[in-house]
């Protein structure tokens, strides 16, 4: 298959365009149930009734895993929110409703986000045996409702088109506790900008009628866990500091 340019990458994949189909080819680290275990949650997703590509393939590629999936002809709402600043809230609060539409789905398919967060935390380098110790008693002591959680929810992950709102990259996704993904969403934007971390947690907590401890509850778990992700853009250091203002050794 002749494939072209990507139109994006990411840490694990190389995204194509191929007559009017997305055409998601994996790298070649990853183990070989990749493309099938993520093909798996989108079709999950997309069962729902949530407006997510259909998938049409799981497939190789060039001797590589690939998926074979709708594309979504729009801009991300980061994009769009970025361009309009102005409206910033606005775009957020979209945002957040639809985060919450994800999070109204009962499933029971998926993986446990207790298990995912435990497997993480466990191969997360840099922290101390204690730490470590202290994050696993940690989880177990948090309630893990049975919500469908994206897993890697954000503005970039959201297509905007005339009528809808389509929501991608369901590699990630697990079935857990909406405040754990809330939580997550909010580490991914303080990264960037304090400004939008505190207006999305505020728009989410206000959407939930949830406080701001039951969201930060959650945070040095998900900054323990996020340390064992290959993320450019993350600096471990800063995740560390999470972690240690909760157990400092």
């Known amino acids: 298959m002749e494939l072209g340019t990507p139109i994006a990458e990411g840490n694990t994949a190389k995204i194509y ?11 070649g680290h990853l183990p070989d149930t990749e493309a099938a275990n993520e093909a798996r949650k989108q079709k999950y997703a997309h069962s729902c009734g949530l407006s997510v590509p259909e998938i049409f393939d799981v497939t190789e590629v060039n001797g590589k895993q690939a998926i074979m ?36 789905k009962v499933a029971d398919s998926l993986e446990p986000m207790s298990e995912k967060l435990s497997r993480q935390i466990k191969a997360a380098p840099g922290l101390s045996n204690n730490q470590r110790s ?18 890697d929810f954000h503005l970039y992950n959201l297509i905007k088109t005339n009528n809808k709102v389509t929501i991608i990259d369901w590699v990630d996704a697990s079935v857990g506790d909406m405040c754990a993904d809330i939580c997550r969403t909010y580490l991914l934007y303080s990264q960037f900008s304090a400004e939008l971390a505190d207006m999305y947690l505020h728009l989410s907590c ?9 969201i930060f509850q959650w945070a040095p778990i998900i900054a323990g866990a996020r340390l064992s992700e290959t993320v450019i853009s993350e600096k471990a250091e800063r995740l560390i500091e999470i972690v240690k203002h909760h157990f400092p050794r």
């Open 17 to 27: 365009l191929v007559e009017n189909r997305v055409v998601k080819v994996f790298k």
């Open 69 to 104: 999936m709708e594309y979504i002809n729009g801009k991300t709402m980061g994009e769009i929110l970025f361009e309009n600043k102005e409206q910033a809230e606005y775009y957020m609060s979209i945002s957040v409703g639809i985060q919450h539409q994800i999070h109204s």
């Open 134 to 151: 202290a994050l696993l008693k940690r989880l177990e002591t948090l309630s893990i409702d049975n919500r469908l959680c994206h897993g």
């Open 206 to 214: 206000k959407k939930r009628g949830l406080s701001q401890a039951d």
